[in-house]
């Protein structure tokens, strides 16, 4: 009896041995993931702040997300660039960092935040194998982003309830969605971490009146709203102006409803509660996928898959897909191309508030991938 005492006793001490020894060699990285990409500021970068300077309730948390003001100095409308909502859409974010680096403002004001949900940049989804980093050849040298989450990260808010239920509508959502900054707005100041992200948002738009909000996103490739324009009724005569603009330059993209059914979305909720025009944009991310195979770096940056060129041929796919895939560079010159015609259709419709920014990468020589040009 003693004898099997004993060896319980150095079985138990080895196997927790070996969980310190796991935890050990985990802990790096984890970390690591809690450090932010640096992000260089541009000329056009007139002051910097945090989300807690519009909602303090976030202050000291990881949803403090950097806000980067480019101001003209001259009188004019102004913008949100939101990026890095879901941290698994590479293209939004980069988009977003982009104009931080390059925009140079010369009427009007622009606000972006690169890391709209900084939690969901520090994990990645469960079960999906996915890279915790991408690097790019910057013409400053190498540099890393972040792959992350479409949720904040469950050490930032936890536990999941079975059912979310949207505060201000009641609508009734899986419950992994009450992490899920795209559900959460216009947020709550007394509500959940993402909640309380989203609050410090809508927030920020009332403060400073904020005429167009742009969210950028990414869907995989058999979503079928994708390549698209999501916006809101108010937002309807600068989305569908923006539209015929990108077709003039052989920029395809679809025009889509904010459905006033669906709620806790940046195109209906902040458009209901504020008085911007809320548009959302969707680029193809074939990493984002279910019938995508093996999520590589070489995925991320380049989206080839020879799976996706299959169900194309199936039509299994709402947009086209061959061996030539959907880069990132590609998919950040839509983004950057979409965003100059929703400023020049902004300011055709206003001219008493023009919105002008010069420096931001053509759309061509991202296309042709010189992405890192610009970084």
Known sequence: ????????????????????????????????????????????????????????????????????????????????????????????????????????????????????????????????????????????????????????????????????????????????????????????????????????????????????TVDLHEASPEYPVINAIVAHERAMPVASAAILDLEFEDITMGLEPSPKSLHGLTHRELGDATKTLAILMEDTNPSQGRLRGRTSEALILEGKDELYVRAQKLGRLFVPFDEKGWPLSTRVGRHMAGLEAIFGAFSAQNPDKPLVVDGMPPYEELVAGNFGKFL
Not at 85 to 99: Q, V
Not at 112 to 126: C, F, G, L
């Open 1 to 212: 009896m003693e004898r099997k005492k004993t060896i319980d006793i150095i079985v138990s001490c080895l196997l927790l041995a070996a969980a310190l020894a796991a935890v050990a060699m985990v802990t790096p990285g984890y970390l690591a993931m809690r450090k932010p990409d640096t992000i260089r500021k541009g000329p056009g970068v007139s002051r910097v702040t945090l989300l807690s300077e519009y909602f303090p309730g976030v202050k000291g948390t990881v949803g403090d997300s950097e806000v980067y003001i480019l101001d003209s100095g001259k009188p004019g409308g102004s913008a949100l660039i939101l990026g890095g909502t879901h941290g698994n859409e590479p293209a939004g974010y980069m988009t977003a960092i982009l104009f931080v680096e390059n925009a140079r403002p010369q009427a009007g004001r622009l606000f972006v935040i690169p890391r709209a949900n900084a939690s969901a940049a520090t994990h990645t989804d469960p079960m999906e194998g996915t890279p915790r980093s991408f690097t790019i050849d910057a013409a400053s040298g190498k540099r890393s982003f972040r792959f992350g989450s479409r949720a904040t990260n469950p050490i930032d808010q936890w536990p999941d309830p079975d059912i979310y239920i949207h505060a201000s509508s009641g609508q009734q959502l899986s419950g992994s969605e009450t992490r899920n900054l795209n559900r959460a707005y216009p947020g709550r100041q007394d509500g959940t971490f993402t909640e309380k992200v989203a609050f410090a948002i809508t927030a920020l738009i009332l403060k400073e009146g904020v005429d167009v």
